[in-house]
């Protein structure tokens, strides 16, 4: 594979308007920490949902879904599918708190909800916990997918790969703050898509594939195609469907698809102009995360079955790579050499776009804790804005020469993927409980973050050297989160709960309300209150409704396309209704 001219000078304008739109939005970011994380608050709902999409939209994704088809088939994506769960929970309930809060940054949220010096210990725990330790492994994982691509479609070796990418991501981080981001976010998506549609329908057209009528014929992928696991096969059954479906999605923190609403998903929806905006701009992100952009990779990962059966054709094939990168995930980036010229360079320079729109988040978001959350909490609360400015922008250069480092210590995504889930094992309830359960307080949370870390450790490091017989991943999950469950739980019975004064002021900050909040609300209204104040204007079950219906609604749209790209065509034309009346209804009952 070798890119000609006309590839090369599609990258380059790439790069190039980058860097324009990051100039052009530094003068505006560099006037407050507010211009520079929350673009000033005022941002169009369908920008930020876009913006959300595209830093989803990493080069790792494809990679990763690769991985998962190539080993679990097409089932195999619940991993990551289940968390729509999460993903409209927040649109129909937290959504609107968020915005509702006022925070710069999700972290605020822990002095004003718990109380007392562990409050404070926790927002600025957390902030180096999730803004550095959590973030570089992020943003590692995203550039090991980088790394790949770049060895196997420009035959570069990795340093000279994250060099080049991860300076021109940088310069526009640094200068433009979230607002440069979220302006290039924008054409970063419309190219990553282009890319992926394209280069499906390309690699549909290879003589050993033959459309797609030779592809879903094809007995090289003989139980790869089921949409959902073989029922028959319990362990898969387990381990692919019911696992993610009833414990993964409600118990992991996971970066974009946290219980609650939290990260750089919070930092869209606080970007917002309202409560509204916040709302339409989730709802955009889920709809388009889920069900628009899933079938090009899958389409690319199913035809990688034929053309590189195994990790041999795949070693024989790039002889000149590293054979410790040697995946499943690099047959994504392999089956795009059969990419023509011109195409090529669109390709590559979409998937340097997703790694550039997905880094530069987490750059943003990661300076924002330790900036905001750390160093102006902690070390200098006389700081100016100015000064506030600088010290984010060296944080964004220091966060990615880290990440860069610690990229070099793996060597596939699926690997990172499952240590991301088991770190976050058992916090998730936490999340999701603490807007509607007084009782939870900061030594729950800081209890739960400790305890799945050291699961995690034990799991991933130290078992692997004790000899004893290997663990499975679903075990380790599912352990995880009842252990940290348990611990957490334990520790907010046997410590002092949260003063009534931070209580109160919090209820009546973001109007909490049902039964997990009866007592303050009735201690602040008076034992008299027999109308039950503490259930008016508490729309949970409302939002719960809407919430599953949006699942459905989804997971049809999802379900239908896989059905019409394998014409059968009863399923999908089932299925199509289905997502009609779903929205319908969506759309009725959350009007009310």
């Not at 993903?87 to 007392?116: C, H, N, P, Q």
């Not at 400015?389 to 220091?398: H, K, M, Q, S, W």
């Not at 089932?574 to 319908?584: A, H, K, R, T, Y």
């Amino acid at each position: 594979m070798i890119l000609r001219l006309i590839d090369w000078l599609i990258i380059a304008s790439f790069f190039l308007l980058s860097l324009v739109i990051g100039l052009y939005a530094s003068k505006r970011a560099g006037k407050s920490t507010a211009e520079f994380f929350l673009s000033g608050r005022n941002m169009p709902w369908w920008l930020l949902g876009i913006s959300m999409v595209a830093t989803t939209f990493s080069c790792d994704t494809p990679n990763l879904v690769t991985d998962l088809v190539r080993q679990s088939g097409v089932a195999g994506n619940w991993a990551w599918w289940a968390f729509l769960l999460t993903g409209m929970l927040t649109v129909f309930i937290y959504a609107k708190l968020w915005r509702r809060s006022g925070v710069m940054t999700d972290l605020e949220f822990y002095e004003l909800r718990y109380s007392g010096k562990m409050a404070s210990f926790l927002r600025g725990f957390r902030a180096l916990y999730l803004g550095a330790f959590f973030n570089i492994m992020v943003i590692a994982l995203v550039s090991l997918a980088l790394i790949k691509i770049g060895a196997v479609m420009l035959q570069w070796p990795a340093w000279k790969t994250l060099l080049i990418a991860s300076t021109i991501t940088l310069i526009y981080s640094a200068l433009g703050g979230l607002r440069g981001i979220l302006l290039t976010d924008f054409f970063q998506f419309l190219l990553a898509m282009v890319g992926a549609i394209g280069a499906a329908i390309i690699v549909l057209k290879l003589p050993d594939v033959g459309g797609i009528h030779g592809l879903i014929h094809n007995p090289a992928l003989h139980g790869k195609l089921g949409l959902l696991p073989d029922f028959n096969n319990r362990e898969a059954l387990i381990t692919l469907l019911i696992l993610p479906l009833a414990i993964q999605w409600w118990s992991v923190w996971y970066p974009g698809s946290e219980p609650g609403g939290g990260g750089y998903i919070a930092q869209r929806m606080l970007s917002a102009k309202n409560e509204s905006g916040a709302v339409k701009a989730t709802l955009l992100f889920n709809v388009a995360h889920y069900a628009l952009r899933p079938w090009p990779w899958i389409i690319v990962a199913l035809t990688s079955i034929i053309v590189f059966p195994d990790l041999s054709s795949l070693a024989n094939a790039f002889p000149h790579i590293d054979k410790d990168i040697i995946r499943h995930d690099l047959a994504y980036p392999a089956m795009l050499s059969f990419l023509p010229a011109g195409f090529l360079g669109l390709v590559v320079a979409s998937l340097v776009a997703a790694f550039m729109s997905t880094v530069s988040t987490q750059l943003n978001w990661g300076a924002s804790y330790i900036v905001n959350d750390f160093y102006h909490r902690f070390l200098d609360r006389n700081a100016s804005e100015k000064k506030l400015v600088i010290v984010a922008r060296i944080t964004t250069v220091i966060l990615m020469i880290l990440a860069a480092l610690f990229t070099l210590l793996l060597s596939n995504a699926l690997q990172a993927f499952r240590i991301l889930l088991q770190i976050g094992a058992g916090t998730g309830l936490i999340f999701i409980l603490r807007w509607f359960w007084w009782r939870i307080n900061a030594f729950s949370e800081l209890s739960a973050m400790i305890i799945s870390f050291i699961v995690a450790v034990y799991f991933q490091i130290i078992h692997p050297l004790t000899g004893l017989p290997a663990i499975n991943p679903s075990t380790q999950l599912v352990s995880g989160v009842v252990i940290t469950t348990i611990t957490w739980l334990a520790v907010t019975w046997l410590t002092p709960p949260v003063d009534m004064e931070t209580l109160a002021g919090f209820h009546r900050l973001v109007q909490t309300g049902g039964p997990g909040w009866k007592k303050v609300i009735l201690q602040i209204n008076g034992e008299h209150d027999i109308m039950g104040s503490y259930g008016q204007k508490w729309d949970v079950p409302r939002g719960i409704l809407c919430m599953v219906i949006g699942c459905f609604a989804v997971y049809a749209i999802l379900f239908a396309t896989g059905y019409w790209i394998y014409r059968n065509m009863i399923p999908a034309l089932i299925l199509s209704s289905v997502s009609i009346v779903s929205v319908f209804l969506l759309i009725k009952i959350w009007k009310r």
